[in-house]
């Protein structure tokens, strides 16, 4: 299997285990961070044997210094799935938003896993990291400053290859789009992020981002004045060439931002489940 372990700078490393689960999404990164003192790790993968191996050998190569936190940035099994084996190995406090907590225990089980709220710092010696809370992808998505380096760990809210997904159902496009919103606040000039690799035209990418959620928007918005009124006439007009294996995630999107347009009271869902625009 495919592996890449990556020092991207003195005190974060990149751990990479697996090929593309999905078209234009890369495998899974776990994100090491070592202070002078500990380490504190972004994500946990699948937690197979050899992305557990791959911690371990980038562990060892920062000095195997106490591993304090494993931050999980939300709820999907890609990222949490190593859980138990990086804890049992470490000892490490698991960490996650109070709106993942649930679903994360769901998941794997009986771990226990503490709760952090927006602002809350992990200390490394010499190295800080500073929790955001971001919703959107997922109602409890975060992401992680480290303020020494200009970077911010972003999970699956900004990605290294693609757009992301936000569900319609564990997600919300309002919050994603401050989200976005809040992470360019903080003036990053590097992203890491969950899929792909670094990011280094941090503005220039938040944006891009932002700009592709209100043209997206607008169009949906445009063919309602035409008449187009259910999902499936949206995501023949929206997405007429598609990869068939990306259809339900695009009628997703196309209902994640109705229901944004729902809430602002710009649109309507008729009796029947069409929508129409409210005049």
């Not at 700078?9 to 500990?38: H, K, Y």
């Not at 138990?84 to 190995?89: F, G, L, P, Y």
């Amino acid at each position: 299997m495919k592996k890449s372990i990556k020092k991207i700078s003195n005190i974060v490393t990149q751990i990479t285990v697996g090929e593309p689960d999905f078209p234009g999404v890369s495998p899974p990164n776990m994100w090491l961070v070592a202070g002078f003192d500990r380490c504190a790790l972004i994500d946990t993968a699948y937690g197979n044997v050899d992305e557990i191996d791959a911690f371990i050998e980038a562990w060892n190569s920062a000095g195997s210094l106490p591993l304090s936190n494993v931050i999980l940035t939300h709820r999907h099994r890609d990222h949490i799935g190593g859980i138990r084996s990086i804890r049992d190995i470490s000892g490490a406090k698991i960490l996650c938003a109070p709106e993942e907590h649930a679903s994360i225990v769901e998941e794997i089980g009986d771990v226990f896993i503490n709760q952090v709220t927006d602002g809350t710092k992990l200390h490394l010696g010499g190295v800080t990291l500073e929790i955001l809370l971001t919703p959107g992808h997922t109602l409890g998505s975060l992401c992680v400053l480290l303020d020494e380096e200009s970077l911010i760990f972003t999970g699956d809210t900004i990605l290294g290859g693609s757009t992301t997904v936000i569900s319609p159902y564990h997600g919300d496009m309002s919050d994603y789009i401050h989200s976005l919103r809040k992470i360019k606040s903080k003036n990053p000039k590097n992203l890491a992020p969950g899929h792909g690799e670094l990011i280094t035209d941090a503005s220039k990418r938040i944006d891009a981002y932002i700009k592709h959620r209100i043209y997206r928007e607008s169009t949906i918005v445009k063919a309602l004045d035409e008449g187009i009124i259910d999902i499936d006439g949206l995501f023949i007009k929206l997405y007429p060439k598609l990869d068939s294996r990306l259809h339900q995630t695009a009628r997703d999107q196309i209902l994640s931002h109705l229901n944004k347009l729902v809430s602002e009271g710009r649109v309507q869902v008729k009796n029947d489940g069409t929508y129409g625009l409210i005049a």
